[in-house]
C-alpha cells in the first residue's frame, strides 16, 4: 500500500533553535519533527512553507511529509505530541494530496512582529518574545510609513539575501501597526514571499525613522535602492512569529499569538 501524505499546522518557540532547516551542528524544528516521526517509524523529509531563521517563532508553520496509512491523522499528532520537546507543538494533522508541497502551493505568508516600550517589556518573561524598545513610538507615525510597503517591490536593499532563481522581488498584501490589548505595537504583514530578515529590517528602519533616528524619507530611499541609503542592523528575531499560510483553499490559521494578542475569529 502506498504511503499516505500529510500536513501538519505547528507551532514553536524559536528561542532554543537554529532556524528550521537541518543543520549539522545545531537543533533545528525540521531536525526535530523528523526526528520524532523515526520514534513512530516515519522515515523521510519533512517540508515547510517557510524556513524561519534562527529566535524566530511560529504559530502558522505548514509542514507536510509522507507516512504509512497505518496511522490515523488525529492519531499521529496526538503521537507526536507525546514525544515532543515542550517548546513544539503539532498543533493538527490531516491527510492531504498527494502533490501537496506547503512552500510551492502557498500564496501567502503573514509575519506578526511585536515591539514593547513600557516597564513590564523590560522583564525577562516579555523580552522573550518581543522586541523592548527604550523609546515610545508614535502609533499614527508607524501607520503612516507602513503604507510605503503595500505593492510589487524590490526589497534587495532590505534583507540579507534573495533567492537567485526568485530573485528579490515580493508583492506585499497588508502593513499595519496597532497597539495589542497588551500595550504591545503589533506589526502586521502579508506577502506572497519573504526574503533572508526582510521583516526584522523592515521593523528596525520603521521604529528608527519614527523615533527621530533617520530622517522620514529614509525608507523610501532604500525601498528605491538609492545608493546612499544604508539599512539599520536588524530587529531582533525574538519578536518576529510566522502566524499563517495561504493556500487557495484560505489560510491555515487564524491571526494571533498565544500570550501576546488574543486569536481571531475568522481567517478571511
Known amino acids: 500500500m502506498a504511503d499516505a501524505r500529510y500536513r501538519a499546522t505547528v507551532q514553536y518557540d524559536g528561542s532554543g533553535y537554529a532556524g528550521w532547516q537541518v543543520q549539522p551542528d545545531g537543533r ?11 520514534r513512530l517509524g516515519i522515515v523521510g523529509r519533512v517540508t515547510a512553507a517557510g524556513r524561519t531563521d534562527a529566535g524566530v517563532h511560529a504559530t502558522g508553520q505548514e509542514v507536510a511529509f509522507d507516512s504509512p496509512r497505518q496511522w490515523d491523522a488525529d ?3 496526538r503521537a507526536l505530541n507525546a514525544i515532543a520537546p515542550d517548546d513544539l507543538w503539532i498543533e493538527s494533522v490531516r491527510e492531504t494530496a498527494a ?8 500564496t501567502a505568508r503573514r509575519y506578526e512582529y511585536f515591539v514593547s516600550t513600557g516597564r513590564d517589556g523590560r522583564s525577562p518573561h516579555r523580552r522573550r518574545g518581543t522586541w523592548w524598545v527604550d523609546a515610545d513610538p508614535d502609533l499614527d507615525a508607524l501607520r503612516t510609513v507602513a503604507l ?25 498584501e497588508e502593513s499595519e501597526w496597532i497597539v495589542t ?31 527621530g533616528r533617520r530622517e522620514p524619507g529614509e525608507l523610501r530611499k532604500l525601498l528605491d535602492s538609492s545608493p546612499d ?12 512569529y510566522l502566524t ?25
Not at 229 to 235: I, L, S, T, V
Not at 246 to 261: D, I, K, M, Q, T
Request: charged share 25%; with cysteine; hydrophobic share 35%.
Open 28 to 38: 533545528t524544528v525540521q531536525g526535530e519533527l523528523e526526528g520524532r516521526l523515526r
Open 75 to 77: 492519531d499521529l499528532a
Open 99 to 106: 502533490d501537496f508541497h506547503p512552500r510551492f502551493q502557498a
Open 148 to 172: 510605503a510597503l503595500p505593492g510589487d517591490g524590490d526589497f534587495e536593499t532590505l534583507s540579507k539575501a534573495g533567492q537567485p532563481e526568485l530573485g528579490t522581488r515580493c508583492t506585499i
Open 181 to 211: 490589548p497588551m500595550g504591545d505595537l503589533r506589526f502586521t504583514i502579508v506577502a506572497d514571499r519573504f526574503l533572508h530578515r526582510m521583516v526584522r529590517y523592515l521593523v528596525a528602519t520603521m521604529i528608527e525613522v519614527v523615533t
Open 229 to 240: 541609503a544604508r539599512p539599520p542592523g536588524p530587529a531582533p528575531a525574538r519578536g518576529l
Open 244 to 268: 499563517g499560510v495561504r493556500y487557495p483553499e484560505g489560510w491555515n490559521r487564524v491571526p494571533g499569538v498565544p500570550g501576546l494578542w488574543p486569536l481571531e475569529r475568522t481567517s478571511g
